[in-house]
């Protein structure tokens, strides 16, 4: 017997002051969006992000100019914008059974699809390339051939191991074929992914099936966003 899947409930949009509140805690490096230097711009991004998303990319500019000033660099400005965005979830035009995956919990195939043309907006207001910044990290688990429960199975526990390994506001997505995150491009994080992979062996689960975990460029252009994720999902 199959079993059924029932769609998680989507938490709601939060106000601005919960939005600086989580993205307060997620600023590496650390920085206080309090400081008087940075709280009225940090403001007003969060508020543009939760109340007006189509004016986005004024709100990120002011921000990087006026981090700019006090010697951010912009790739350390571009990580702090796309904190909000994930935070907030701001997922417009997509509806609520599209942006969570109803077996595993994790962000869909859209999701990352609207994530991805986010991060192009946010780098391309700042000016920098985002396969710079931010990097894809594939995990593919060989279930083909394999029966239906085993697989939903083997897909719940990796998706868990893969979201307690990325925990801090990356976008971590099933797509039907492996599981994607959009990731900050950091040193630590090759690291990360092998021991991300270390762990995922040690699945009883995955005795004999095939794991592979590797880090993939973002696509260069926004035009061949939709190109990629029919790649991804094997469409």
């Not at 017997?1 to 490096?29: C, D, F, H, N, Y």
């Not at 868990?160 to 801090?168: E, K, L």
Request: aromatic share 4%.
């Amino acid at each position: 017997m199959t079993r059924a899947s029932i769609p998680r409930r989507q938490p709601p949009t939060p106000s601005v002051p919960e939005l600086l509140s989580r993205w307060g805690q997620k600023l590496l490096p650390r920085v206080s969006l309090e400081h008087p230097a940075v709280s009225e711009t940090a403001r007003d991004l969060a508020r543009t992000l939760v109340e007006d998303p189509e004016e986005v990319d004024g709100a990120v500019e002011r921000f990087a100019r006026r981090m700019g000033t006090h010697g951010w660099s912009l790739a350390d400005v571009a990580n702090w914008v796309d904190r909000p965005a994930a935070s907030a979830s701001v997922l417009h035009g997509l509806a609520d059974d599209a942006i969570t995956d109803a077996l595993t919990g994790l962000s869909t195939l859209p999701v990352l699809g609207l994530r991805l043309r986010q991060v192009h907006d946010q780098c391309r207001a700042l000016r920098l390339d985002p396969r710079d910044v931010y990097t894809l990290v594939v995990i593919d688990v060989d279930v083909a051939g394999r029966p239906p429960l085993f697989r939903d199975a083997t897909r719940v526990v990796v998706a868990d191991r893969v979201a307690a390994s990325f925990c801090t506001g990356e976008t971590v997505c099933a797509t039907g074929g492996p599981i994607v995150v959009l990731a900050s491009r950091v040193p630590a994080l090759v690291d990360q992914v092998a021991e991300l992979e270390a762990d995922l062996r040690t699945l009883t689960v995955l005795d004999d099936t095939s794991v592979l975990v590797w880090l993939e460029d973002l696509p260069a252009d926004p035009s061949l966003i939709d190109h990629f994720l029919g790649d991804v999902a094997g469409r």
